[in-house]
């Protein structure tokens, strides 16, 4: 009874579509075993593959896991790192696997080519002291290849690292840069090509408020050098549109022209967290950005419709920039003021020094309207007509003690046209300019006549100050 009913079950439909189910189950689990199932390439080929990353970039690296994988012969690399200047130093780089797939057709050629890295959970720290960085020597130098032919050419076609993070630290400045949740992607055709991005991103300048970034940029590689034909860089409170070039074989020489849009008052909030006065309005700013073996250079200029401070307003807003690691100069600068035009210039100097460094303030102005800025003031009382201008203005402190300050300036007041100031006699004025005749035996603060809005004045001022005082050098006044 038990064999006539197998041979009954193996011709039932029910029987049937089990076993090929079964069939079928087995086949993809037999791939799946196949494909996924990882041999350890071993201690041996761990030790030399380090050994040829050490001698490569002058640096230790270290593999946690070498494995390739049965049918599709990709190259499975776990927990690689490579070592910082010294062996306590933190790691230059970190990556907790690198999937690569080789083409290995191309070995009988004299080439080795990736089709495809795939890296994923990396970092990379790079750190610059005053005379020194940790970025690893990644390619050879002309002199050192060995002369005649190469043994083997290396020709990556694409990758891809992704969920990475970069962080830039100058100790000296200093200053960081950490860009989380990188993705990068590239191929190699026509030449290596591709794009990076990075959200969460946080910039720290010295002692200076943290703020967030986010990137976006395209780029080009060819013989050592990172072309970046676009980079949009969003921070709190400015966005940037920048190109440049990065110099891998001589890190960390690199240099970008760029344009920003930046917001005045979030900049006040960030560097100038401690301070009660507030900025209004937005400007731009295009210049040229270079940082290279012990230095930095960034040059360019700055432009804005209307600068707020406080209540006041300095409308067309112009100027030059440069900042160095000795030096913070503005040059070349002016805006509107009240009618008039105003010119200045600042410094910070020295930087980088144990020296506490001076800030300096310098302008001078023309044809400023007094009756227009004694309304602005809501001065009690009298008010004035004239114009003002102002050569020799200067005000200084130690940086960060601004109850040192110090400084001096001369004045010039000239009154409106067609009006003449009082001279030192005590003669009348002549008939001709009196409206009114009572002026001619009565003046002075108790005249009877009615005075104007704004008084025209006419004067002469040079003064010193200090912390404790105001000192006046002969001067004049006249209404």
Known sequence: MPVNFLKKLRHHKAYRYATRTLAVAAAILGVSVVT?????????????????????????????????????????????????LRPDDRPFFTARRLDVALDWSTAFNREVTITAVDMTDWEMLVEKWDNRN????????????????????????YLRAWRGQFTF????????????????????LPKYHGTATFTGGTVAIQHYVPFWAKMRASFVIDEGRIHLDRVEFDTDGAKTVATGVVDVRHWPEQTYQFKSRVQFPRMRQLFFKDEKWELAGEGDFTGTFHLFKNGRDLTGTFASAALGVNEYRFPGLYGSLRWTPTALDVTNAGARLFGGDGRFTYSIRPLGSAARPVARFEANFAGVDLASFTDFE?????????????????????????AEHQGSGHLV??????????????????RSQVTDTRALHEWGPFAPVPLQRHLPIAGELTYRFGPEQVDFEPSRFAT
């Open 36 to 84: 996924t199932v990882a041999v350890d390439l071993g201690p041996l080929v761990r030790e030399r593959a380090e050994t040829l990353g050490r001698n490569t970039w002058k640096r230790p690296i270290h593999i946690g896991g070498l494995s390739i994988r049965l049918l599709t012969g990709r190259i499975q690399v776990d927990n690689f790192s490579i070592e910082g």
């Open 169 to 188: 630290e100058d100790h000296e400045a200093p200053w960081s840069v950490v860009a989380r949740d990188i993705d990068i992607n590239i191929g190699n």
């Open 413 to 430: 007041i000239t009154p409106p046209a067609g009006v003449q100031p009082m001279t030192a006699s005590l003669a009348a004025p002549p």
């Open 378 to 402: 809501q001065l009690k009382g009298l008010r004035f007509a004239g114009t003002a201008d102002g050569d020799r203005v200067l005000l200084e402190w130690p940086l960060g003690r601004f």
């Open 134 to 157: 940790n970025f690893p020597k990644f390619t050879d130098d002309a002199d050192e290849q060995p002369p005649g032919p190469k043994r083997f050419t290396t020709t990556l076609k």
